[in-house]
């Protein structure tokens, strides 16, 4: 390892830094005006996010031209293991702060409005329970059963798990077509899993009533579903340009970090849907 | 600029350490409860531990700087490690932590057992004054003073804050219209809660602080030991007027109280009627909106929307200005409610208080259309 | 394959760009660490600008130059552009410009990304800033930014939560790269436990900010949705609660206030052993207290909300949490002095700047001690006490760290020697109007005078004039600071690779000024 040291890489001036602090500029103006319902904030935003879009696909472009170049050696490799996993773990504690807002609200702030001095003298009658939206909404919901829809995402999601494995198998074994069908079926599992989510979130908003704004219930479920239905996204375009890559005939047995950091990003966003299966919909 | 000098000279007499000594600035308020009392030679116990700690280390780091230099021809030695003297300098301060740890412990526990009051009395925060409310007395001030109401207002005038030529009264910015009156002697519960942002409810002398959060009631207590007037402040950020919302506490003999409370038992019939329904309400809008209907518009406005509303912050059109509102109510009114509860521009919806009830914001647009036409 | 590659065709400097375009562009940990540096001393400007409105309208009682609300502002804007605007930023530029040199590395792990992690910081800047100028303001809930009251603010705090966005997925990048660098690219035989002590605290300060940012970053998100999409996490009526707010954003916050100190604790340990010409003294102590301290940082967080009403066993825990930390600190306090000891010391403005750093911080470690006692900081929470203590840990501590590690590194940086006689200058007046602007804030608070207020009662009065004009010659003492970093760019005495008789790492075996590209060939650590 330490012998590669004298050729890592370093990559030349790039002007891709620049434009991704443009479209974060544009999007942070453009989202403050729009929630004020000020000025020209959607086309701000629009463009920040158009910018974005260029901008990811320009930079990962480039380091897969780079990559397949062979510019990168077993450090610089190595270099991308450690940082993927220290993003992980961000992601990770992204996620805490919103289990722990749950944590918080089912055991400690629900509670104790509706017992001693608080329940008394501010929200009489106010029985806590969980599910439930809070003292000060009236209207009224019915939870997310956690038997339907989301079992069977969670079925979806351990099998995408062991299909993007077993994708990985291929490569490493270079079995290009088991390769290219085991992402395939990685990725389709994505979509039906957003797609079933999809429906579960028209289901709860135009059946139970269930909303983003009913309260301590609705806010931690919309939340933690919904920052996890983002990652899966991300997650499935991520599949996706991975997908592309092999079809092109990127990556090698011996070396595709690009492949295994989208994997490992796969797995956490499954780990994370297990957390929630557990303790939004479950428990 | 002709005060600089002046100023300049006042500040550096008023530096002195014997002026200020004296004036009893230089450390925590004369306590005037036990809480507080132990709170006291609390602090004092430990700054002077730490005090000790920091002469004898610094003592050491100066003597070193002045015989280990190189222009005293100080030949620098090798040591680098000594695993005795590392333990020792853990385990060390390690003991005297148990030691403040111990007098910490047993007042906390003495602070927060707020069983057995006499008397309890429900502090509310608003943006920008205290609600009080008599909750309930027990032992010989049971049904003494239970009920009363009413609210405390900063009573410094707006010209001694902002016009320098105007003399400022001797308790500037720590005066009120209506003090909190408690008997000397009982010991006194205070449940704080608040209406819009977080307050706090402080009272140094007590050794009272105690944050007001909207939607939860919190509880401390005090027993006063001596009649006087005891002033404080509100102890959390809440917004433009947060420098502005003092507490003064006034303690009277019990008998005083007595008769205060019969007092105001007699003059409520008009306002402590008019208050009572207030604090209650507000702090749990959803259910007076509800049983109520339309509620108070006048106290929603001067609660919630009085800020903006009166001064004509951020373009937000002034109460009263006709010109401005002329063109709003021309949008008729429901378009005015639904801007006010869903927010516009830079009017955030419901004026930044989601507890308020619709209802309640109805009322308080009436009010102010009221006022505007 | 790895030979293929000689030296100079691939850094041929033609490639690079010039002018503006060069440090746009750059992927270069020197400039990279420059551009962090400038834009850090822009921010502190900035803040301090800020400050000196506060301090201007503490002056004298009465309400002279602000209305209330602008004073909020000012005091909000103030609190966030010096934490998050001046003294991480300038940290990350010490580790930028540093790192790599004191591992043997020749440039960051990620170098492009590197570059990106700076140029979020000026959106960031600007959204803050122009904060000021749009209707109703910027935000004045205070840095802290609690709920609900950071929901009633205006379009100023919804600018104020995505700046923290974006500074914190600079934090993170940044700290990413870091990590990465010091696991992946030391040289040969550089081993965890030779390392500068410097790389050690930023190797922890970075873990803490990858654990952290993310949960600040949960908590204005959820500000965020309170505010504009009618959740309830901090609202009482929906099961909510604001208290939830201060634990998640203190979560975030105490290990922060760690963040601001641990590499200053680096620098410190590099410049106290050079000028006492002796070897730092409990190397592997130091280390493992940076640990524990960084570990403790995460079980703390509720001592800044002694008075909210949390349960006395709550309350206790985390007093004897938070008393803990003393031991760590204490053992690195003690090994500084025990560095000194018996050494051959030398004052030259670096250390003077980290034995002042020494005698202040731990005066604001004390005060930190006395407001962790429950009781105590039930009549001191909210009152100028705790702004003169963190005061003396941030000011005294991070940033008289950071002009001693700047005094320290320009012969490095610039291949000049800094004006000498100046920078003593400037140390001494800044110690004592520092002393005179924040040591009175002691009795102000004791005295019972809230903090976030624009006018206070007449028997403040005394203090704060003080206050306020060791505040104005502290400020104007920085002016000489900028006269000598730039003089000392310009110009001035050539520095020799070696300038510090005592100093040891591996940066010092490189000639002053730094080359563009070093250790392209990887030193031999022994
Ligand atoms: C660099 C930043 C920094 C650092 C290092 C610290 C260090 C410490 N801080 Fe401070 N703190 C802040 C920044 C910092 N703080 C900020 C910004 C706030 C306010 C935030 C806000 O509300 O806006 C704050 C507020 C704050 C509070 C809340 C006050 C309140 O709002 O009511 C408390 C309470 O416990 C506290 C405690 C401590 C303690 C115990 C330490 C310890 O780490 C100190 C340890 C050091 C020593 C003790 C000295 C050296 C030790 C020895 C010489 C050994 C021997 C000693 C003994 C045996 C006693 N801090
Ligand atoms: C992180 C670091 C940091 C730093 C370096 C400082 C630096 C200073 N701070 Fe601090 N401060 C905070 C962090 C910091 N602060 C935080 C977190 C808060 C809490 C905010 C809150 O409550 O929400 C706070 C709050 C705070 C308050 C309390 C406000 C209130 O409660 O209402 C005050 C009051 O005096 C104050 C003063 C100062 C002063 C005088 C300086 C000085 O050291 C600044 C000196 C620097 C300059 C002046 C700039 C450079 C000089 C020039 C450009 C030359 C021109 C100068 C002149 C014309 C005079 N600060
Ligand atoms: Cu009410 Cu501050
Ligand atoms: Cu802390």
Redo the contacts with the bound molecule.
Sequence with gaps: MQQAHSSYYIPQPSTWPIIGATALLFMGFGAALTMNDLGAGPWLLLVGFAILVYLLFGWFGQVARESEKGAYNTQVDLSFRWGMSWFIFSEVMFFAAFFGALFYMRILSVPDLGQGASGELLWPGFAPKWPVSGPGIEETFTPMGAWGIPAINTLILLTSGATVTWAHWGLIKNNRSQLIFGLILTIALGIVFLFLQGYEYYHAYHELNLTLTMGAYGATFFMLTGFHGFHVTMGTIMLIVILGRCMAGHFKPEHHFGFEGVSWYWHFVDVVWLLLFVLVYWL | MASTTKNWVTAVAAATWAGNAAAGNLNLQEPTTTIAAQIYSLHTYIMV??VV??VL?FGAMFYSIFKHRKSVGHKAAHFHENTTVEIIWTV???L??LG?AAPATKTILAMKDTSNADITIKAVGYQWKWGYEYVRGEGDLAGVSDGIQFYSNLSTTKDQIYDKSVKKSENYLLEVDNPLVVPVGKKVRILTTANDVIHAFWVPSFGVKQDAIPGFIRDTWFTAEQTGEFRGQCAELCGKEHGFMPIVVKVVTVDEFKAWAAKQAKDTGAPAAETAAAPAAQAAPEKTAAAGGAADGKKTFEGACAACHMTGVAGAPKVGEKAAWAPRLAQGKDALYEHAIKGKGVMPPKGGNAALSDGEVKAAVDHMVSLSK | MEAVHGHGHEHDHAHYPGGIMRWVTTTNHKDIGTLYLWFSFAMFITGGLLAMGIRLELLQPGMQYWRPEFFNQLTTMH?LIMVFGAIMPAFVGFANWQVPMMIGAPDMAFARMNNFSFWLLPPAALLLVVSFFVPGGATGA???LYAPLSVQQGMGMDMAIFAVHIMGASSIMGSINIITTILNMRAPGMTLMKMPLFVWTWLITAYLLIAVMPVLAGAVTMLLTDRHFDTHFFNAAGGGDPVLYQHVFWFF?HPE??I??LP?FGIVSQVLPAFARKPLFGYSSMVYATAS?AILSFI?WA??M??VGMPAAGQLFFMYA??L???P??VK??NWIATMWKGSMTFETPMLFSVGFLFV??M???T??I??ITPV?IQ???TYY?VA??HY??VA??LFAIFSGIYFWLPKWTGHMYDETLGKIHFWLSIIFFNVTFFVMHFLGLAGMPRRIPDYAEQFADFNMIASIGAFGFGLSQLLFLYVVVKCIKGGEKAPAKPWEGADSLEWTLPSPAPYHSFETPPIVK
Excluded: E, K, N, R
Aim: overall charge negative.
């Design positions: 531990v730490c700690i920091f280390v060390i301060p390690f005297i932590l403040m | 609190g205070g840095w802290t916050g206030v760690y601001m100190i200053a301290i703390v001592h800044h002694f008075t938070t008393m930390i003393a031991v600190t204490g306090v003690f911080f731990t604001g470690g004390f930190g001690l407001l962790a900081d001191l929470q909210d705790v203590h963190f840990v941030l501590g991070s």
